[in-house]
C-alpha cells in the first residue's frame, strides 16, 4: 500500500474508533449498564437511561453515521481517494 | 362509508399501485436483477431498505411486545437500529467498492474458496428461509383478520402478488415497489400514534407525548402508567427485569446479526457509488428510526388505554371494573379471533385484569375483593398494534390503512429475502460453481426460475409453518452475527485473514451457537429433546440462548485469527484486492465479473 494510502486507512480507522465508543455509550452504557444512576435524572418524564434506551440511543445512531459519511467523503478527497 | 368496503379500497388501491410499478420497471439484465443495475439513489434506497427490513415484526409485533415487556424491550428498539452504524462504517461502503451481486461472491473471493463460499451460500438461506415463513405468515394472518377470507387464501394472494413483482422486476422491481410499501407502511403507522398521543397527552408527536404530562392532569405519562399497572401487582412499567448481562448481550447480537443479514447488505450493492452507499446506511435509519421512535410511545399508550379499558376506577371498587356484557366492540371482534379471551372466574360478570402470577397481589386480591384469578386469560401481543386505532375510537379509514400497512410492510420484507435467496442460488451455485459458463440470459431466467422457486416454499412453508417459527428468528440472528459478520469484518480489516482462519472461524462460530440454542431450546426445536431446561439457573454464565449470537461471534472471531497466525498468509494478489476495496477510488459503475 502506498503512504497516502495508508495514511488514508489510519485517518478512517481512527474516525471509526471515536464513533464507535460513542455508539456503545449511549446504547450499552447510557441505556442498560448505567441505566438506573441515570434514571434519577429526568426528561420529562422519563428517567434519562430510560429515555437513553428507547429514544435517545436511536437519535445518536443517526447523527453518527452522519457524521461518519460526511468526514470520510472529506477524507477521500483530503488523501485523493475519491471516486471519479 | 362501511369498514368492509373500505379495507378492500385501501388495500386494492396499493397493490394495484405495486403490481403497476412492476411492470413500469422491468427487469432486462443481471445486473438489474441482481443489484438494479446499480442505479439507484441513496435517499431511494435508504427508503426501500427501511421498507426491506422492516418487517411483519417491526410493525405488528414490536409495539406490542414494548406493550408488555416496558423498558426491558429497548434492546430491540436498540438491537434494530445500532446495527446500521456496524454496517454503514465497517461493511457497506467496502462491499459496494467490491462490487459484485451476492455475499456469498465476496466471502469466495476474498477467501479464495469455494468451500467458504458454499458455507456462506448455507448460513444465507437458512437465515433467509427461516425469516421469510414468519413474512408468509403475517400476510396470511393480515389477510384472514382484514379480508375475512382463509388464511390459506391469504398466503395465496400474497404470494400471487410478490411472485408478479419480484419475479418480473428483480432488485429493480422490488426497490421501486420498497418505496411505494415504505410510504404506505410508514403513514400506516405514524397515523394512528399521532391521534392516541393527541388523545392521552394533547401532543401530536408521538416521540414527545412519550415523555409529556396526561392531556387531563399534571401526571407524566409514564408515572401514570407504572401506577396503573403495579396498583394491579404488576411491576413497574419502566423497571428493568432481565439481568443487564443478557441485555447487553442480546442488544450485540440484535446488531451485529442486523448488520450480518444478507437481504440487508445487498442492498448496498445498489447505489452509484461508495460515498452513496455511506449516506445510503444513514438514510436507511432515518427511515426507519421514524417507525422505531414511535413505537415506544405507541406500545406504552396501548398498554394505558387496554389497562383503563379493564379497570376503570380505584381497584378493589366492585364497580370499577368493566362488565362484559357491555365491553366495547373491539373486544368481541378479536375475542372472534381467539387472540384474546376471557373468562369470569368469580362469576361478578366482570372482568378483573392483574397480575395473578404476584403471589402476594393473588393472595390479598382474593382475600379484601373475592377475586379468583386473572380474567383476561388472553391477550396476543400481536393484536395491540391492528387494534390499536379501535380502542382509541379512531374513524375507519385508519383501520384500513392499518391493514394495507401491515401487507405492506410484510409483503416488502418478503421480497427482499426471496431475492437473497434466488440470487444466491442462481448466481453463487449455478454459475458459480457447476455451471460457470452460463450465458446472462440463461441466468438471467435461472434466477427468475428460483425466485418463483423460493416463492412456492415459501408460501408452503407460511401455510404448514413447522412449530417452532416463533423461535427461529433467533436462530437467524444467531447465524448471520456468528458467522457472516465477522467473517464480512475480517475481510476487510485484516490483510493477513486466510481461507482456513475463515472457514474455522464461520464454522466453530455457527456450531457453537446452533448447539448452545439446540440444547436449551431442543435439537431441531423438536419439544422434548433439549438437554438442560431452558431456565436462567441452567444456563451458562445466565446467558439466554437469544442473547448468544454474539459469543458465537466472539468465539468465531478468536478461532479466525488464532489459525490465521500459524497457516500461510493469503497470497499476493488477495492482500492487493484488500488494499483496493479499502480505498473509494476506481468503483465501476457495474459489474458481472
Known amino acids: ?84 | 362509508m362501511e369498514l368492509q368496503t373500505l379495507i378492500y379500497l385501501f388495500v386494492g388501491g396499493t397493490f394495484a399501485l405495486y403490481i403497476g410499478i412492476a411492470i413500469w420497471a422491468r427487469a432486462a439484465t443481471t445486473g438489474e436483477f441482481y443489484v438494479a443495475g446499480k442505479g439507484v439513489h441513496p435517499i431511494a434506497n435508504g427508503m426501500a431498505t427501511a421498507a426491506d427490513w422492516m418487517s411483519a415484526a417491526s410493525f405488528i409485533s414490536m409495539a406490542g411486545l414494548i406493550a408488555f415487556s416496558g423498558y426491558d424491550a429497548s434492546v430491540y428498539l436498540m438491537g434494530w437500529t445500532g446495527g446500521y452504524v456496524l454496517l454503514a462504517m465497517l461493511l457497506a461502503p467496502y462491499l459496494r467498492k467490491f462490487g459484485k451481486f451476492t455475499v456469498p461472491e465476496f466471502i469466495g473471493e476474498r477467501y479464495y474458496s469455494q468451500t467458504a463460499r458454499l458455507v456462506a451460500v448455507l448460513c444465507l438461506i437458512v437465515a433467509s428461509v427461516t425469516y421469510v415463513i414468519g413474512q408468509m405468515k403475517g400476510v396470511g394472518v393480515a389477510f384472514g383478520r382484514f379480508l375475512e377470507v382463509e388464511f390459506e387464501v391469504g398466503v395465496l394472494i400474497g404470494m400471487a402478488i410478490v411472485f408478479i413483482y419480484a419475479v418480473l422486476g428483480g432488485m429493480k422491481g422490488i426497490t421501486y415497489t420498497q418505496i411505494a410499501q415504505y410510504c404506505v407502511l410508514i403513514f400506516a403507522y405514524t397515523v394512528p400514534a399521532i391521534f392516541i398521543s393527541l388523545q392521552l397527552t394533547g401532543t401530536p408527536i408521538p416521540q414527545l407525548g412519550l415523555v409529556s404530562t396526561m392531556a387531563d392532569s399534571n401526571t407524566f405519562m409514564l408515572d401514570k402508567l407504572d401506577q396503573v399497572v403495579t396498583d394491579l401487582g404488576f411491576s413497574k412499567y419502566t423497571e428493568q427485569k432481565g439481568t443487564s448481562l443478557n441485555m447487553v448481550l442480546l442488544t450485540l447480537s440484535l446488531m451485529i446479526g442486523t448488520a450480518g443479514l444478507p437481504h440487508v447488505i445487498i442492498r448496498f450493492f445498489t447505489v452509484p457509488k461508495v460515498r452513496d452507499a455511506r449516506f445510503s446506511a444513514g438514510w436507511a435509519l432515518v427511515f426507519i428510526a421514524i417507525l422505531y421512535t414511535t413505537a415506544p410511545a405507541v406500545g406504552s399508550m396501548a398498554r394505558l388505554n387496554l389497562v383503563e379499558t379493564v379497570q376503570t376506577g380505584p381497584v378493589g371498587q366492585p364497580e370499577a371494573n368493566l362488565v362484559y356484557e357491555n365491553r366495547p366492540e373491539w373486544m368481541a371482534t378479536w375475542e372472534t379471533t381467539g387472540l384474546l379471551a376471557f373468562e369470569d372466574k368469580n362469576d361478578d360478570g366482570r372482568i378483573q385484569y392483574y397480575n395473578d402470577n404476584n403471589p402476594e397481589f393473588a393472595a390479598m386480591a382474593e382475600e379484601q375483593w373475592g377475586w379468583k384469578g386473572n380474567e383476561m386469560t388472553k391477550v396476543d401481543r400481536d393484536i395491540m398494534v391492528l387494534a390499536n386505532p379501535e380502542i382509541a375510537n379512531l374513524p375507519n379509514w385508519v383501520i384500513a390503512l392499518v391493514a394495507a400497512g401491515g401487507l405492506a410492510a410484510a409483503l416488502s420484507t418478503a421480497a427482499g429475502l426471496l431475492l437473497a435467496i434466488s440470487s444466491s442460488i442462481s448466481h453463487d451455485l449455478l454459475k458459480g460453481v457447476f455451471m460457470p459458463n452460463i450465458s446472462e440470459r440463461n441466468e438471467l431466467m435461472a434466477g427468475r426460475i428460483a425466485m418463483a422457486g423460493a416463492i412456492v416454499v415459501a408460501g408452503y412453508l407460511g401455510m404448514n409453518p413447522p412449530g417452532f417459527a416463533a423461535q427461529v428468528v433467533a436462530l437467524a440472528f444467531g447465524l448471520a452475527a456468528s458467522s457472516i459478520f465477522p467473517a464480512l469484518m475480517m475481510g476487510i480489516f485484516n490483510k493477513k485473514m486466510n481461507n482456513v482462519g475463515a472457514v474455522a472461524g464461520m464454522l466453530t462460530g455457527l456450531t457453537s451457537t446452533v448447539v448452545y440454542i439446540f440444547i436449551y431450546k431442543g435439537w431441531f426445536f423438536i419439544p422434548g429433546t433439549n438437554n438442560l431446561p431452558n431456565t436462567s439457573e441452567y444456563w451458562l454464565f445466565g446467558i439466554q440462548p437469544e442473547s448468544f449470537g454474539a459469543v458465537g461471534a466472539v468465539i468465531n472471531f478468536a478461532v479466525a485469527i488464532a489459525i490465521s497466525k500459524v497457516t500461510q498468509a493469503p497470497p499476493e494478489h488477495i492482500q492487493h484486492l484488500v488494499e483496493d476495496i479499502r480505498v473509494p477510488k476506481g468503483a465501476g459503475t457495474a459489474s458481472a465479473h
Open chain 1, 1 to 84: 500500500m502506498s503512504d497516502p494510502a495508508k495514511e488514508y486507512w489510519k485517518a478512517n480507522i481512527r474516525l471509526v474508533t471515536i464513533l464507535l465508543v460513542i455508539w456503545f455509550a449511549v446504547s450499552y452504557l447510557f441505556g442498560i449498564i448505567l441505566v438506573e444512576p441515570l434514571n434519577a435524572i429526568r426528561i420529562g418524564g422519563a428517567g434519562l437511561g430510560f429515555w437513553f434506551a428507547q429514544q435517545g440511543s436511536i437519535y445518536t445512531f443517526l447523527v453518527l453515521i452522519f457524521v461518519y459519511a460526511i468526514r470520510m467523503n472529506a477524507l477521500d478527497r483530503k488523501f485523493g481517494v475519491h471516486e471519479d
